[in-house]
């Protein structure tokens, strides 16, 4: 059996009236994330730390933000083609563990929810996938509250 790990860090703007997409669920919130897709910081991370575990680059490369077609999209059909390419490989997830950095609104209410949705889109157990959630102490981007960040690291197993 081959184990490979892999990482991800990923951060977005937040900007007042944008949806706020986490972990494959709407969140609440007054302040949502930009960018080319549907900015889901969460699921960004977990596709490159996954493709990075399978030495396949990274969601840049493989979903350009100069491409049309992505624009707007939802960051979970992302994560199933990521899924695919793995499969292709012959990759299975042994785990991931996840991070979330935000300081508003709080996360932890949502955990169950995006494990739960993250889960049916991988085709993994829930028990498989952790996803913590911390705040930088109103210190930086994250604590003035003008981004989100988060890390995965997950193992991977062929």
């Given amino acids: 059996m081959k184990i490979r790990v ?6 977005h703007k937040l900007e007042v009236g944008e949806e706020f997409w986490l ?3 709407l969140v609440p919130h007054t302040h949502g994330a ?11 991370v977990i596709c ?18 100069k491409d049309p ?3 707007g999209i939802d960051s979970k059909i992302l994560l199933k083609d990521v899924m695919a390419l793995l499969t292709e490989a ?3 997830i042994g785990n991931i563990d996840s991070t979330i950095c935000l300081q508003q609104p709080k ?13 049916q889109v991988m085709q993994i157990p829930e028990e498989d996938i952790s996803i913590k959630a911390t705040t930088t102490e109103k210190l930086g981007f994250v604590g003035k509250e003008e ?12």
Avoid: E, W
């Fill in 6 to 11: 892999g990482f991800g860090y990923d951060v």
């Fill in 23 to 25: 972990g494959g669920i």
């Fill in 34 to 44: 930009v960018g080319h897709s549907d900015a889901d910081v969460l699921i960004h």
């Fill in 48 to 65: 490159d730390a996954l493709l990075g575990a399978a030495n396949m680059r990274d969601i840049g490369y493989h979903f350009s933000d």
């Fill in 69 to 71: 077609k992505y624009k």
């Fill in 90 to 92: 012959g990759y299975s």
């Fill in 107 to 119: 996360v932890n209410p949502h955990i169950p929810a995006m494990k739960t949705c993250l889960a």
């Fill in 147 to 158: 981004g989100v960040a988060a890390y995965a690291t997950v193992l991977i197993q062929k």
